[in-house]
T-cell receptor, first 115, second 112 residues
């Protein structure tokens, strides 16, 4: 059973298009994240939701809009795609709590290529 | 600016040797974590060390943390070909915020 799943795995699209990436976790976690990994493998947090509430929103263009219909899902919608959006996008989840143990579980990634 | 920076950027060793990777960070932390990423895959959590801990072991992994130097090291003993991957340190600074800031990664290649 896949703990954190993302669809699609690959996404190739033209500049200016709008696309969505879906993420689901079956771990019962209450916090989910989106990361962007660039061509140099640098991984940067974009958003985080806890129980459907936005708790982290890094400096990301407002063309990126996360949506969390329930705490098991966190989708990422991207409007007006640009060449610089090409990257691998990772979804992750964790349990938020007072223990300070915020180990994150990652999905397999979605490789987005904008032409 | 990046919170964590790994050193070296790339490391190649013979199978059976030990591999050591270092991570430096800039701000005070609650914990530091190490993750592994195989090519084309997501990250996998390896080990977490809290700010009040100095050393932790898990199987062939040994992690140290020196908060006075803002640095950590990951030692993999008796390396195997399957250890070939990129290794990232990640720091957690805000208690309850869950935000992780990742380093730049070390690409480890184990030569059979």
């Amino acid at each position: 059973d896949t703990a954190v799943s993302q669809t699609p795995k690959y996404l190739v699209t033209q500049m200016g298009n709008d696309k969505s990436i879906k993420c689901e976790q079956n771990l019962g976690h209450d916090t989910m994240y989106w990361y962007k990994q660039d061509s140099k493998k640098f991984l940067k947090i974009m958003f985080s939701y806890n129980n459907k509430e936005l708790i982290i929103n890094e400096t990301v263009p407002n063309r990126f809009s996360p949506k969390s219909p329930d705490k098991a899902h966190l989708n990422l919608h991207i409007n007006s795609l640009e060449l610089g959006d090409s990257a691998v996008y990772f979804c992750a989840s964790s349990v938020r709590g007072p223990s300070g143990n915020n180990e994150q579980f990652f999905g397999p990634g979605t490789r987005l290529t904008v032409l | 600016s990046q919170q964590g920076e790994e050193d070296p950027q790339a490391l190649s060793i013979q199978e059976g040797e030990n591999a050591t990777m270092n991570c430096s960070y800039k701000t005070s932390i609650n914990n530091l974590q190490w993750y592994r990423q195989n090519s084309g895959r997501g990250l996998v959590h390896l080990i977490l060390i809290r700010s009040n801990e100095r050393e932790k072991h898990s199987g062939r992994l040994r992690v140290t943390l020196d908060t006075s130097k803002k640095s950590s090291s990951l030692l993999i003993t008796a390396s195997r070909a399957a250890d070939t991957a990129s290794y990232f340190c990640a720091t957690s600074s805000n208690f309850g915020n869950e935000k992780l800031t990742f380093g730049t990664g070390t690409r480890l290649t184990i030569i059979p």
